[in-house]
């Protein structure tokens, strides 16, 4: 039937949703979650019925995201007519009653995910099946396909590329920072890209955009890789897996993330990546609780990356502290560069170098990490990183004292004489968070003791730094109702506490004696 | 912080949403989904956070919903802040891991439904999680209660109420106008709500609709009941059991219905039933497939019934065929009126008195049945529902021949000679809703031929009444794809298949010899 456009001069989130009187969907025989096809000019979108009570009579409300798709504007006249669910409903359906799906039905899913074509009730209902169901690795390879399929690709025409990620969990891990430059120096190419913060206290996203501009395209990432070989960007500015944006709206607010590998691997896989290290940090405080857990991500990992063609090693790292002292956006930029200079914590100078020194070991540099420690200790990386700040926008000259820190700052101290026990990686974020972090980059903690370490009663154990007083008030007033430190030896020598899959040594000569 | 209230003179169904620019939201450090609570004079609500791209900065987007709740108008000043997820959602995560619920966790669930403090995605999540991981008894009772306690209740103070119900399933199952006026005729109190189609061919509210006006309120409802013994409104208006209406708005486009059970027996313990019949059509073509499947439902009904102290007994009904000859609500009213003034269809009378039968017997008739044929024989149920009909506004003096029925006509003739072999169910239903049923009152199908009947070749064997052309065009064309009727003995005077639990016969002097 014909009806008169609305346009709705607001947006739905991305979401196609239009509106309809109640009589005038039933006119059509249409509910609300009924899908109707919208035609204007020989032009078609599929989009998803809302019924009101009050809606005018023949209209039909349109958001931006239909109309502009359209080009349509109020009052013009369009054709409505009732859809059919998409095709890929049956196997969301046949999720939901158990069964495992094929890849070219998941990749129908993943299509109609990226089109806008299901529901957020559609969407969590997958989502959901996911979570309880499982997946099978095939469902995981075909997903992760999908989902580099339906996306942008930086194309830079090189091997190997080199990639790392952390699955994260705990605050303060700015390694990536310091990774990215010793390869690059190294001589590899590493297009990275990393996320904001959207639970924790700072993504490496965040922490970046306190030394440089992090919003690349794909076209000035690929020219920023090519003029330094690295790159420390914004992924979700590039578009790389649209599907995994949409999904992830739908696991925050349910706190689940059943799409956790597909979501990881396709994004590498978009950026080409031949080899990537996995950082699992693992201990009470961490995502990932159990050595035994790690390793069976650890595998899935591995599993997954021989179906994407992508060579993984994984390393298990120790999760049950902060890394390093600093949690919070220009706080922990500056700690990263402070190392990379030659002034920073143990304990982070040894996860990067290990870490990069896997990597390097991968493409076959012999003693991996002690190449990594040169480079850093030379200052190569330093400079390798001010390259990158350069080829990114920022000022390659910047020093750890111009980074702006919050000015309103608070300490708090110990209760009394100690050795720390533990420190809560939860409650730390949490005390950051209440400080402005992410959105005030000036906010965050920095810790003055760590495990192991030996405490004087009165003597500072955490300072807290905020950009607004409130703020700082209602920070310090949540660490002394969590007191995230525990008081009552050095763990920073040696943070790898296993290696995914395990270094080859000689076999003996196998004997068999009669 | 204080934000403008912009307000958006449309309707969210139901939903409380409220929209937030990128920047306003990321300064609250809400993300799409997470929770606000908007303040007013005193007055506060809690709303979901849609981000969008472009709206107003230090404005705050407001659905009716919202707005209209806090008395709210255009470009007042609010108090916005960021608010927890309620403590039921713990339960909806509970209930994802395959955690059974207690009492106050799924009460708290179902408050949070009605206040519509959980999301579509929340919804979803939940109803997908009761799909999947099911339901133990002790959860349908909780939910049954729940969604009592948050809705309308009728007390008519009587005792006892009869109730009907059928679980659905087959076209033209009209038998509801019969039951209610032989029951009441029985002077017995039965206070009857029905559904309005939603993916069927007509609801009992549809059907008798084309009689008299069905959207009553509690106390019209009630004003009737006392008139009369007995009423036919539609149920959609009298908000028994909201909660219910709102996992429906979930639970149809996902095809899914875990919430059967509850959502049933919570709309018949709001109208104070003591007395019910549930009605399970059993066959091939129907809801439930199997004898098996019609037992383990019966039990349920049963013992939730218990649980309820509602003292349920259900008919198992053969159903692999529609009911009677008509099938869309006006056709269906026509006939049922027909058959009460002593010329309707055999099976529909047989499945009217046995299922009158059974109430009547459960309130102590002797010979329920043969009861109601008398009743029903005598004239005394079609005064009893012409009382009802003027009782709730209709004209009591109707005859068949005045219910309009669409003037576009068309007929389906038989291939070949032969006998019905089988009518296919939802096909029947799928070229009645293509001819225009529900929402046009005069469309549906006439079955002339039935299971077993002997047909010859060109003979009609179906009717298509539409009252436009073109949905009569379509809905042949759509027949003739079909083919709903297939060719090549009589069930009509045994239509309860088995009843449950079986009547108990005296018990043999139990004998014991030593």
Redesign the interface.
Known sequence: MKLKARL?D????GRRIT?LDNETA??L?V????RVKITYKHQSVIAIV??????PLNYV?LYEEASKRLGLKDEESVEIQPAE?PESMRYV?AK?R?ERLRGNEVEMIVRDVVERHL???????F???L???GLSMDEIEALSRAMVKTGSRLNLHKAPILDKHSVGGIPGDKTTILIVPIVAAAGFVIPKTSSRA?TSAAGTADRVEALCPVSLSIEEMTRVVKKTNGCLAWGGALELAPADDIFI??E?????DPLLLPSIMSKKKAIGATHLVVDIPTGRGAKVKTIGEAEALSNDFIDLGKRLEIRVQCAVTFGEQPLGCAVGSALEAKEALSTLMGNGPLDLKEKATAIAGMLLEMVGVKNGKKEAEKILDSGKAERKLREIIAAQGGDPKINPEDIAIGDKRAEITADEDGRVLWVNNEDIAKIA?EAGSP?EKGAGVLLRAKLADHVKKSETILEIYAERSTKLESAVELANKLKPIGLSGKPEERMIIERIPKPTEPRKTFMLER
């Open positions: 709705l607001i947006q739905a989130g509106i039933s006119f025989g509910h609300s979650s009924d809302n019924v009101a009570a009050d809606f409300g669910p359906q939901i158990g529901s957020d009730i559609e969407l969590a209902s989502v959901t099946s979570g309880i169901r959207v709206q739908v925050y607010p349910l706190a689940i968070r959105k």
